[in-house]
């Protein structure tokens, strides 16, 4: 198989010239609620700072998906 790496933190913008911190990607399904899962993830590559985005208060993607879960709940 065919081996394939990703930017670990795509919310993360990098400076000009900057390289983006890259990790390996293999998904796999668990379980009956089939959760889908990098399993080759490194948590040790993460590092959360000041430049970490995660606001996703503009999307409404998720804003419908947040509707789902509420009217599950």
């Avoid at 933190?9 to 998904?27: C, I, M, V, Y």
């Avoid at 040790?44 to 419908?64: I, L």
């Amino acid at each position: 198989m065919l081996q394939i790496t990703l930017p670990i933190l795509p919310n993360r913008p990098n400076s000009r010239g900057e390289d983006a911190k890259k990790g390996s990607f293999q998904l796999k399904k668990f379980g009956s609620f089939e959760f889908v899962q990098n399993v080759l993830f490194e948590e040790s590559f993460v590092e959360y700072d000041k430049n970490y985005q995660n606001d996703q208060s503009s999307s409404s993607v998720f804003y419908e998906h947040m509707l789902e879960v509420y009217s599950i709940l």
